[in-house]
């Protein structure tokens, strides 16, 4: 089985200042794991992946996450928000050999000018 | 850069009235699938697809669903009879392979059965 839990369904954050959008997962082997992205209309872009190689990950538009196996979590962070970020973001798992990629109920990033 | 492409963006439709939503997948992929998003809920797989035939498919995808891959470049999914509960966004993905890290998506179809 496998699951993800985003801890925060809203974040505000001032423009400048770090971004840190929370996530713990659940998986009964070894987890691939994915930040995606959605603005407003439109689709779900990959922002980052965990694939069992570096356990710090970046990923595009100067976000990374750090996959820590002990706390199951998959925290995505960023030093500088901007203006641009304001989006819905979802973390997602997928177990080796199991083809479907399991969401979070996402969090909404909102920035302040 | 390749993009999966959804037609139409958004589609009405009244209850009971079969509907298809289309997709074409990026030209060198080989497994494709469809998740969808109730509003204000989780993004959920629906189902996967490969090689002509059905590989995976969750609860949700009942008798009322089916996919098909009529000619070398679009993907479908069609409902039958329509009912208020599938009014969702719909998305379309493809991957090169069936460990591939991340899915390509479309940007969505809106369905509103009314």
């Known amino acids: 089985a496998q699951s993800v839990t985003q801890l925060d369904s809203h974040v505000s954050v001032s423009e400048g200042t770090p971004v840190l959008l929370r996530c713990n997962y659940s998986s009964s082997y070894s987890p691939s794991l994915f930040w995606y992205v959605q603005h407003p209309n439109k689709g779900l872009q990959l922002l980052l992946k965990y694939t069992s190689a570096a356990t710090l990950v970046k990923g595009i538009n100067g976000f990374e996450a750090e996959f820590k196996k002990s706390e199951t979590s998959f925290h995505l962070t960023k030093p500088s928000a901007h203006m641009s970020d304001a989006a819905e973001y979802f973390c997602?798992?997928?177990?080796?050999?199991?083809?479907?990629?399991?969401f979070g109920t996402g969090t909404r990033l909102t920035i302040i000018p | 850069e390749p993009e999966v492409t959804q037609t139409p963006s958004h589609q009405v439709t009244q209850m009971g009235q079969e509907v298809i939503l289309r997709c074409v997948p990026i030209?060198?992929?080989?497994?494709f699938y469809w998740y969808r998003q109730i509003l204000g809920q989780k993004v959920e797989f629906l189902v996967s697809f490969y090689n002509n035939e059905i590989s995976e498919k969750s609860e949700i995808f009942d008798d009322q669903f089916s996919v098909e891959r009529p000619d070398g470049s679009n993907f479908t999914l069609k409902i039958r009879s329509t009912k208020l509960e599938d009014s969702a966004m719909y998305f379309c993905a493809s991957s090169p392979s069936r460990d591939s890290y991340g899915y390509t998506f479309g940007s969505g179809t809106r369905l509103t059965v009314v």
């Open positions: 030209s060198n992929h080989l497994y």
């Open positions: 997602v798992v997928r177990t080796f050999g199991n083809e479907k990629l399991t």
